[in-house]
T-cell receptor
Framework: DAMVIQNPRYQVTQFGKPVTLSCSQTLNHNVMYWYQQKSSQAPKLLFHYYDKDFNNEADTPDNFQSRRPNTSFCFLDIRSPGLGDAAMYLC?????????????FGPGTRLLVL | AQSVTQPDIHITVSEGASLELRCNYSYGATPYLFWYVQSPGQGLQLLLKYFSGDTLVQGIKGFEAEFKRSQSSFNLRKPSVHWSDAAEYFCAADRGSTLGRLYFGRGTQLTVWP
């Protein structure tokens, strides 16, 4: 089945130690998104790729970076994680077709910062 | 400010009872509207979406939603709730711009009593 896959599902890192989260998709979608979701809150968009074009949200901290080496994969890099970065990180994909699009989400990666 | 509002933080219903989760939006034009469900520790699963046309939308798992332009609402309904429906439900809106940004409500937590 076509899907959005996130690895790992759970990630523990140390304060200040760089960490990379992975997202892959078999849907051949041209847009990939990264969201941060803290406990009991709505998902918050960090950035997205439209094909190879990177679009950063204005309030996304510089500590968060992303890479998309090809259509199928997208990575979220947190250069120096702080305790406040502990959250669920959700990857989503969509196929941009005119203005109507539907985002499909992966299962998420739960990040714990010690 | 443009936003999506879910007035109910937490709803409790008995199994077999009917359910309605409220969602209101405040945008100048009608946005594209979505309902997602999130089980604990999981990603977001799309229940249904509204782009245009018939204002009563059928989704998966027996859910439906009705778009009411006059009330700026997109309420989610289910005639008979099952224990497995216990989860968090998010309403989201896309203004239909080329940016493809989803604006989420803060979510409604559904508890189902046996």
């Amino acid at each position: 089945d076509a899907m959005v896959i996130q690895n790992p599902r759970y990630q523990v890192t140390q304060f200040g130690k760089p960490v990379t989260l992975s997202c892959s998709q078999t849907l051949n979608h041209n847009v990939m998104y990264w969201y941060q979701q803290k406990s009991s809150q709505a998902p918050k968009l960090l950035f997205h790729y439209y094909d190879k074009d990177f679009n950063n949200e204005a309030d996304t901290p510089d500590n968060f970076q992303s890479r998309r080496p090809n259509t199928s994969f997208c990575f979220l890099d947190i250069r120096s994680p702080g305790l406040g970065d502990a959250a669920m990180y959700l990857c989503a994909t969509s196929y941009k077709r005119r203005e109507q699009e539907t985002q499909y989400f992966g299962p998420g990666t739960r990040l714990l910062v010690l | 400010a443009q936003s999506v509002t879910q007035p109910d933080i937490h709803i409790t219903v008995s199994e077999g009872a009917s359910l309605e989760l409220r969602c209101n939006y405040s945008y100048g034009a009608t946005p594209y509207l979505f309902w997602y469900v999130q089980s604990p520790g999981q990603g977001l699963q799309l229940l249904l979406k509204y782009f245009s046309g018939d204002t009563l939308v059928q989704g998966i798992k027996g859910f439906e939603a009705e778009f009411k332009r006059s009330q700026s609402s997109f309420n989610l309904r289910k005639p008979s709730v099952h224990w497995s429906d216990a989860a968090e439900y998010f309403c989201a809106a896309d203004r239909g711009s080329t940016l493809g940004r989803l604006y989420f409500g803060r979510g409604t937590q559904l508890t189902v009593w046996p």
